[in-house]
């Protein structure tokens, strides 16, 4: 009995002297993580917020008698610095039936923007102002977002003047949102509210990963807080490109409604593939025999995995280019060749 005591005592002192050696380093630890450092974005910020700009949509005003019209601002928004040359992103809504488009730089300077081209399946525009050595936004195309990446929105809510929201990845992919399904949006919890659209989603370097363009709820009676939306900045400098290049966005025409892309994977009927359950009238689809029901496996040789894979891939081809096609009907295997369109204006 005496010893178990003897032992118990020795724990006891072994165990409070350990507690007394190492309770000032808990305590040195603690007052730095609590006392002295802070958690906060300032550097990711002051990276990027330079190159969002403040974006006025201006228009004569329709009602004046003709004489008498002036110019006044007919919406707001935000855009992103994309080159030092003045090449600027933002979302087409923003621009729409615009007579003249302002850009006010954080630097307080002030342009008046030309519209390059815009797109509206993915709600984008560029904007060109006539500026040099201009600063803009930092990119890093070989870093993924990912689900519960902390976030930053930046623009000018309501004109109140460049703001930041903070909040996390939500979900990303998300493009039943879009009717053509083209958009593949990030979700995200930090607010966007009017005037946030086109501004710059950031990350927690600094970096844009996606153009603010869309949030729920806002202006309807449906209940949706935290539901906010931005096109991933590499859709979004793919579709710049094209801008800048031809002033418009040329993409390959499949004739299938892509809100009808099934991919066989989903359905349980096998491992890839995409099944279609529409084919539009007279499209290139439906002229080189493709119906309703076929299973597409490749096209040119590159399996067709998922529905969007699959639509980023037709997007990418030249119109007129006869790309061949395995597809599956009944369990048969055929090969077919279609002549890619060019995707209606919408």
Known sequence: MKKKIAQAVGVGLFCATLILYISPLVNQHGRQLFENDIVSFHEAVRTASPAVVNVYNQAFDSTSPPSE???QVNNLGSGVIMTSSGYILTNKHVIQNADQIIVALQSGSIYSAILVGS???TDLAVL?????????????LKRIAKIGDVVLAIGNPLNLGQS???????ATGRNALSEMGRQ????TDASINKGNSGGALINSAGEIIGINT????KNSNELAEGLNFAIPIELAINVMNKIIKDGRVIRGYFGVNSSLFYSAKQLGIGDKGVLITGVAENGPAEKAGIQVGDLILSINH??????????ELIADMSPNSRVKVLI??????????????????I
């Open 164 to 170: 930041i929201t903070q909040g996390i990845i939500s």
């Open 302 to 311: 590159i399996d067709a995995e998922t529905p969007a894979q699959m639509m």
């Open 69 to 71: 019209r002036e110019l």
């Open 214 to 217: 869309l949030s729920l709820g």
């Open 184 to 187: 593949n949006f990030i979700q």
């Open 328 to 345: 599956s009907r009944e369990g048969v295997q055929r090969e077919v060749e279609v002549i890619i369109g060019e995707f209606p204006e």
């Open 128 to 140: 060109k102002i006539n500026a040099e050595n201009l600063p803009t936004i930092p990119l890093n």
């Open 119 to 121: 797109d509206s399946l």
